[in-house]
Nanobody
Framework: QVELVESGGDLVQPGGSLRLACAAS???????MAWYRQGPGETRDQVAA????????KYADSVKGRFTISRDNDKRMVYLQMDRLEPEDTAMYFC????????WGPGTLVTVSS
């Protein structure tokens, strides 16, 4: 069983930036990893994904050009750099595999508000 722990969420003003981090208890080398988010009363949706060696990434249209996903396999870490944040980005953010087949971590709360 792999444990995932997200961190880095905070209250930030519109236009600001945050960097989220996800720590995995076991190796992530063989898995595509992804970030997901769930806003109040909404479904949990994937916003970014990155392949095993980081050579390919994909983003939801709503975050394309503003968010950047990266990974460090040696440290078992996945990151999400979020720039030009908008109020609509307010949500709990989670990391998981691209298939979301690991147990969910507690998530980290991002609030974008003035």
């Amino acid at each position: 069983q792999v444990e995932l722990v997200e961190s880095g969420g905070d209250l930030v003003q519109p236009g600001g930036s945050l960097r989220l981090a996800c720590a995995a208890s076991k190796s992530i080398r063989t898995r595509t990893m992804a970030w997901y988010r769930q806003g109040p009363g909404e479904t949990r949706d994937q916003v970014a994904a990155i392949t095993t060696l980081g050579s390919q990434t994909k983003y939801a249209d709503s975050v394309k050009g503003r968010f950047t996903i990266s990974r460090d396999n040696d440290k078992r870490m996945v990151y999400l750099q979020m720039d030009r944040l908008e109020p609509e980005d307010t949500a709990m953010y989670f990391c998981n595999t691209g298939r979301s087949d690991w147990s969910w971590g507690p998530g980290t709360l991002v609030t974008v508000s003035s």
